[in-house]
């Protein structure tokens, strides 16, 4: 079902009431959670019983609702974590802890033009969705149409296709685009396409990077400097989950130990060297002052 953006109700501060049309995330006793979208007549089947839609449009967000089996969920608006944990995947998908991150980082926000490769299951695709508003545009490059696929159905399912464009390409061959605010590669070698990046995107635009292992960084800092991308930066984040229970608060037991590397860079004028005049200044300020 295709649905509008209007809908998509993330966020929304002023519907208190469930209705057709919206996302809504039922909650059961452990933590097991289905998202769905409200329409009329239609059902949701667990394992804890059949629950039908129209039982829940109308009902106050925050409240319990039973299955026919008489077993109970809650009753939420699902968040954009939510959801992006939730997609339909058939690649690895990015994870909210790395992908708030990068969208500060990388400065994406309502209105803007950006580019990502390859799709995959389009988890990032979402939130770049989400994060340039209705005004902004996400353009995202993908080189397997079965992949292609599922992103395309996993947009619609949120309502915010009519924000991309999906193109079915190997980005070896360049990207269409150009003056672009930002760039992000996910996908095993963004070092063989650094002079097609260099190419879309605006000098001293944001380009971004995930990878999962030191040597494929090691390759794309060598590519990035090449191609005279400035203000390389490189880090990785862990996010440690606490038990909530106040008498024994401590970390859980287990953690995400490693999603992937960021990379951040910035392609600057090709002729411009960063700063040359006033390292070589400084250089030279030393020298004199030990002499
Ligand atoms: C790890 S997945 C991307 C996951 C995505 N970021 C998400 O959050 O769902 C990597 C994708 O890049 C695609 N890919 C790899 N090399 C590519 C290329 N040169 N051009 C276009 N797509 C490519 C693969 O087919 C794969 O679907």
Not at 136 to 144: A, D, F, I, L, Q
Not at 192 to 205: E, F, H, I, N
Request: glycine share 8%; with cysteine; hydrophobic share 40%.
């Amino acid at each position: 079902m295709e649905s509008s953006i209007d809908n998509l109700h993330l966020n929304k501060q002023n519907s208190l009431i469930a209705q057709a049309g919206d996302l809504a995330q039922l909650v059961g006793p452990r933590g097991k959670n289905f998202i769905i979208r409200l329409a009329h007549a239609e059902k949701l089947h667990t394992h804890r019983g059949i629950l039908d839609h129209d039982g829940l449009i109308g009902k106050p967000w925050g409240c319990q609702v039973y299955s026919h089996l008489n077993r109970s969920f809650m009753l939420l608006q699902p968040s954009l974590a939510d959801i992006l944990n939730d997609i339909r995947r058939s690649t690895q998908i990015m994870y909210p802890k790395d992908i708030g991150f990068i969208l500060v980082t990388m400065g994406i926000g309502p209105g803007q033009n950006v580019l990502e490769a390859g799709t995959g299951s389009g988890a990032f695709t979402a939130a770049l969705a989400y994060a340039v508003g209705k005004e902004g545009h996400v353009t995202t490059y993908e080189m397997r149409p079965e992949v292609q696929k599922l992103a395309q159905k996993n947009l619609a399912g949120i309502g915010l296709s009519d924000r991309v464009t999906f193109k079915l390409r190997n980005i070896e061959d360049g990207f269409d685009e150009q003056g672009i605010d930002a760039l992000f590669l996910d996908l095993p070698n963004p070092y063989d396409y650094t002079s097609q990046v260099r190419a879309a995107l605006k000098p001293g635009g944001f380009f971004g990077s995930i990878l999962p292992t030191t040597n494929q960084v090691q390759r794309l800092l060598v590519a990035l400097t090449r191609d005279n991308f400035a203000f390389l930066e490189v880090c990785d984040l862990m996010m440690r989950y606490y038990q909530v229970d106040p008498d024994r608060f401590r970390p859980v037991d287990r953690m995400v130990a490693h999603t992937g590397y960021l990379i951040f860079a910035r392609p600057i004028l090709m002729e411009v060297k960063p700063f040359e005049d006033e390292i070589a200044k400084i250089s030279s300020d030393e020298l004199s002052s030990k002499s």
